[in-house]
């Protein structure tokens, strides 16, 4: 079988410093994949590039059997990868509808937006009770589901989240992960990268460790959730 995605020795740079140095990996249809690590790993880099805001210098990235090098981002969209990025980049002037409607607009099929823009309130009650005010006057957490609002609004077959955990309370936390357990419950393949290990290695099927621009670590969410040195490492553990 094919994966949804596969990343093959995937390597991204600024300028002489190679910030992925060689990656690979896969994310079957169907599995949360997670990629974790600390600061400066490399993960964000490497969503960045799945999504063609940034060009690899190597390597080879097959989105739903496609090859994605050097197809431009908005191209990238189309195909069915959407990215919820780090630090949520909503607008915050413009209303939570208008925010969530960015997110379709390769789409025509009127009605079937007006669904998905339903399917976000549904997912996230607040957004809906809030539809008509700025988008900038949510919490953090709120904005944080507006963005996911938003990626899935392009239905993708495979979401891609930066840090959703990122500066949440852990109520907050909470809900967002049971969000992405109950987006995964409805079909769609999710590649998630988190600090947040513990939270993350709990809910994927398959993870990825990565250290300075390599993958250091693969197993299932189970595994290195037990692996002694994650544990160490990610974990806070002695
Ligand atoms: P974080 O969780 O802090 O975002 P990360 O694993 O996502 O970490 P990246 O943001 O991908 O890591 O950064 C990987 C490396 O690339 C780091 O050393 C970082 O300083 C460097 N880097 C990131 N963006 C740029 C940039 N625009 N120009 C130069 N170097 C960069």
Redesign the pocket.
């Known amino acids: 079988m094919t994966a949804l995605l596969e990343v093959e020795d995937l390597r991204v740079a600024?300028?002489k410093?190679e910030?992925?140095k060689g990656i690979s990996f896969s994310v079957e249809a169907g599995q949360i994949v997670t990629l974790i690590?600390?600061?400066?790993?490399?993960?964000?880099?490497?969503l960045?590039t799945l999504s063609g805001l940034l060009k690899p210098v190597g390597g080879r990235i097959l989105f739903d059997g496609q090859p994605l090098t050097g197809v431009p981002a908005h191209k990238i969209v189309s195909l069915g990868l959407a990215h919820s990025p780090?630090g949520r980049h909503i607008f915050p002037r413009l209303t939570i509808t208008e925010n969530l409607l960015l997110g379709a607009y390769l789409r025509n099929d009127k009605a079937g937006i007006e669904k998905d823009v339903q399917r976000a309130y549904d997912l996230f009650p607040i957004l809906g009770e809030r539809r008509k005010q700025a988008a900038g006057t949510l919490s953090g957490g709120e904005q944080q589901m507006l963005a996911m609002g938003r990626a899935l609004m392009s239905q993708p077959k495979l979401l891609m989240l930066?840090?959703p955990s990122m500066g949440l309370s852990p109520i907050m936390m909470q809900k967002i992960m049971e969000t992405i357990v109950e987006l995964k419950a409805a079909g769609t393949t999710i590649l998630l990268?988190e600090?947040n290990a513990q939270a993350a290695l709990s809910l994927a099927d398959q993870g990825h460790v990565?250290e300075v621009?390599k993958v250091v670590l693969s197993g299932t969410g189970a595994d290195l959730l037990h692996d002694e040195s994650v544990r160490k490492a990610y974990l806070g553990e002695d």
């Not at 690590?37 to 490497?46: F, S, V």
């Open positions: 600024y300028g410093i910030a992925v690590g600390t600061n400066g790993a490399g993960k964000t880099t490497t960045r780090e930066d840090e990268v600090q990565m621009g």
